[in-house]
């Protein structure tokens, strides 16, 4: 039973992989071909006829004017252009799931389980765990990159 729980995420991580690199190909197709748009076009807002309104007069003082946002760095600029951290790291945390639970399944058998298998599911949990974290950071890079 262990052996078909890891051998089937074995598969099942070769299947995500190979499918995830068709999609990419494909996007990157799609975008090669004449006539496809980068970005999508936005419409131009219409004024509105409606007259100006006055400012309410206050007896505070002004405010400053606002500063720019400054400009993200080369770290976060490069770090939003990555898009593999989130797949991989659900990839590796589905992987490490079903091997603690063969972990969990050897447990109850007459045999004892190979030493290793305990280590590498260890180091299973500790890279889904990178690659998450690495995941999270995608994504708020890619928030602050979206908001200049």
């Not at 799609?30 to 748009?37: K, R, V």
């Not at 990839?91 to 045999?111: H, K, T, V």
């Not at 949990?125 to 890079?141: F, R």
Request: net charge positive; proline share 9%.
């Amino acid at each position: 039973m262990a052996y078909l729980l890891v051998m089937g995420g074995m598969a099942l991580s070769v299947l995500f992989t190979l499918a995830w690199g068709l999609v990419c190909v494909s996007r990157w197709l799609a975008g090669c071909l004449p006539g496809a748009d980068r970005k999508p076009a936005r419409r131009a807002a219409r004024p509105s006829p409606s007259r100006p309104k006055a400012a309410p007069r206050s007896r505070t003082r002004k405010a400053a004017p606002a500063k720019a946002p400054a400009k993200p760095w080369w770290v976060t600029r490069w770090l939003a252009r990555q898009r593999s951290p989130l797949p991989l790291g659900l990839l590796a945390l589905l992987l490490y799931g079903g091997s603690r639970l063969a972990e969990y399944g050897m447990a109850f058998r007459p045999q004892a389980a190979p030493g290793e298998f305990h280590g590498l599911v260890s180091s299973l949990g500790w890279g889904a765990a990178v690659l998450l974290t690495l995941a999270g950071m995608n994504l708020l890079a890619l928030w602050r990159c979206r908001q200049q």
